[in-house]
């Protein structure tokens, strides 16, 4: 399994334009931590599409627990692709990927629950929905303490992860 806990900039709409800018983002990039000044220019912190695709990776799993990370980017050949395709394209066999920007908070408690789940079931796609269903009626118990039972939470909290590729 490899798991990258991080911020993802894609096609989504613009959270942050003066980070995009200071990127220089001409595609979808993983931020990752940055080397100092002393490193290669290949270490400047951020982990490209195109660097990506040039990768091979072989893990059964890969988890991109961080915002947008499952948008499409630009067509290339058949349909758009993104850090999901690039990854099976390496090799990955699964990818779970956000279609949107996630929580910090809700996404440590889904991903927390994930691992538990995926421990005991192999199945990426069976231990997402568990993890969700979890989180959910955690949720639903905490609302319920506080009087606010009708105020259910959106799905924006729960529903931005989804599973691509095969068993």
């Known amino acids: 399994i490899l798991h990258l806990a991080t911020h993802g900039l894609s096609d989504a709409q613009s959270w942050n334009q003066e980070l995009e800018?200071?990127?220089?983002?001409?595609?979808?990039?993983?931020?990752?931590?940055?080397?100092?000044?002393?490193?290669?220019p290949q270490d400047d912190g951020l982990l490209r599409l195109d660097e990506i695709l040039a990768l091979s990776s072989h893990a059964e799993l890969v988890v991109l627990s961080g915002c947008t990370t499952g948008r499409g980017w630009?067509?290339?050949?058949?349909?758009?692709y993104g850090f999901a395709g690039a990854f099976l394209h390496g090799?990955?066999?699964?990818?779970?990927?956000?279609?949107?920007?996630?929580?910090?908070?809700?996404?440590?408690?889904?991903?927390?629950?994930?691992?538990?789940?995926?421990?005991?079931n192999r199945d990426a796609?069976?231990?997402?929905?568990?993890a969700r269903r979890k989180w959910y009626a955690s949720e639903e118990r905490a609302l319920e303490r506080h009087g606010e039972r009708d105020r259910l939470p959106p799905p924006f909290f729960w529903a931005s992860f989804r599973v691509v590729g095969v068993t």
């Open 21 to 40: 800018l200071a990127v220089g983002m001409e595609q979808p990039v993983l931020l990752l931590a940055g080397a100092d000044e002393a490193a290669s």
């Open 74 to 80: 630009r067509a290339l050949g058949e349909g758009a």
């Open 91 to 120: 090799g990955s066999k699964q990818v779970v990927a956000s279609n949107w920007s996630v929580d910090d908070e809700v996404t440590r408690a889904l991903m927390t629950s994930f691992y538990d789940s995926l421990s005991s």
């Open 125 to 130: 796609a069976r231990a997402l929905n568990l």
